[in-house]
């Protein structure tokens, strides 16, 4: 491998899909952000996008098979060099030959001899995916550590759409630096865990263009659900008007309002282990929704009357979908923070509250936050202003605690 110093050194896998050229793409954000990158491809993907390629925008030499080099046992050399692997695409065949431990080829072998953590990007047709072979290997690879992120719903190769979508790379780049700023596969706490996160701010609405709703951007509760994928959990993400990407590996439901969301979440909250309700829910909806656009005519206007959302985090608080589930509630606090925060976590019956003081450039619609997060059983953790991003490990942490084994 080429020297490298202290830069990070990263194995990209790529497979014989259609999805290759955005591996491109992938690689360009690690070579940018300062990764040394050796590229592996297989075979079959050299017919999709070809060596120079790799080689030119890796700055490394582009090898598939194990006898290229051989004095330098490249396998040997780069798997146990790797701070991360990533494979994307990964085929059905590819999953397959990765099970039964194969070593037919440079990627495969340094699979073998690499010790690090690797996170695999499936994309294929959905019935490939959704083989009982292919859930099998990927559920087998899972409880092997590896962190698979399952693919998104979209178009595929042709005019078709379903699962079997590579995520953005944008997306998949974001699970991998989650994964090597933690390091080490002791860190996927979350494996084999399901966990449902709500993200950004219910949107009520009053005509068929106006709505109430709140300043929540749901950076938060994206940060939540990468910082889950990347511990290996299996993430539902219900996103209510978040103007953001579906984070790599999980199962996006966009909602837009309250009533939307309860639906969603309670859908999905029996088989969770953990459910994070990150969003701002409106407690009120207008009690009418006109069909028409309201004019504003010449009389005063009326008062909007309202009425109450079903509190959907007292909800499942009460109704536990299974025993030893946790739940953690987010409460946005102007006045009087702690107190309040404390008076909502006894009220709603959740395990953990995440106290947010809210204000002018605060919380909203930042990178950043602070927080204090109070437990049933008594426990206080503050969390002093850093990225979204560690403020949810600190909850995962806090969740990861509490679960049942
Ligand atoms: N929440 C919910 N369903 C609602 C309202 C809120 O599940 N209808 C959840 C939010 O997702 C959050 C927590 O409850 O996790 C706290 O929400 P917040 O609006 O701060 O609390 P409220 O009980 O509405 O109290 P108040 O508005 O009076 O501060």
């Given at each position: 491998m080429a020297a490298t110093g202290t830069r990070p050194r990263v194995v990209l896998g790529v497979c014989?899909?259609?999805?290759?050229?955005?591996a491109c793409e992938l690689l360009r954000r690690f070579t940018e952000s300062g990764h040394d990158v050796r590229v592996l491809p297989t075979q079959s993907a050299l017919k999709f996008v070809g060596e120079t390629t790799w080689a030119a925008l890796s700055g490394n030499p582009v090898v598939t098979d194990v006898f290229t080099d051989a004095h330098d046992v490249p396998h040997v050399a780069i798997g146990r060099q790797a701070d991360l692997v990533v494979v994307a695409p990964a085929t059905a065949d590819f999953l397959a030959r990765m099970v039964i431990g194969r070593s037919d080829d440079l990627l495969t072998a340094t699979l073998l001899t690499a010790r690090c953590p690797v996170v695999i990007a499936p994309a294929m047709h959905t019935e490939m995916w959704e083989h009982a072979a292919t859930q099998a290997n990927v559920a087998t690879l899972r409880e092997r550590g590896v962190i698979v992120l399952t693919p998104a719903i979209g178009r595929l190769t042709g005019a078709d759409t379903g699962i079997g979508r590579l995520p953005e790379p944008g997306e998949i780049f974001a699970v991998a630096q989650t994964v090597l700023a933690r390091g080490?596969?002791?860190?996927?706490?979350?494996?084999?865990r399901h966990v449902v996160v709500s993200a950004g701010g219910t949107r009520e609405p009053l005509d068929p263009v106006r709505f109430l709703g709140n300043r929540s951007s749901g950076r938060q509760g994206f940060a939540l659900a990468r910082a889950a994928l990347a511990r290996g959990a299996e993430v539902t993400l219900v996103a209510a008007n978040a103007a953001l990407p579906d984070p790599a590996g999980a199962k996006v439901v966009r909602v837009g309002t309250a009533e939307e969301m309860r639906t969603a979440v309670l859908e999905v909250a029996p088989s969770a282990d953990a459910i994070v309700m990150a969003a701002a829910v409106a407690d009120f909806r207008p009690m009418t929704r006109a069909a028409s656009k309201l004019k504003k005519g010449d009389a005063d206007p009326a008062p909007i009357a309202l009425t109450r959302n079903a509190d959907i985090l007292a909800e499942i608080s009460t109704n536990r979908?299974?025993?030893?589930q946790v739940i953690v509630g987010f409460a946005a606090e102007t006045d009087d923070v702690i107190a309040n925060g404390r008076k909502k976590l006894a009220a709603k019956g959740c395990d953990l509250m995440v106290i947010n003081e809210v204000g002018?450039?605060?919380?909203?619609?930042?990178e950043e936050n602070a927080a204090t997060i109070l437990g049933a059983d008594g426990t206080s953790v503050v969390v002093p202003q850093v990225a979204k991003e560690s403020l949810a490990h600190a909850i995962w942490d806090l969740v990861v605690a509490r679960l049942a084994p």
């Open positions: 014989g899909g259609i999805a290759a050229y955005k080490g596969a002791a860190t996927l706490d979350l494996a084999g979908g299974r025993g030893g002018e450039h605060r919380a909203f619609d930042t």
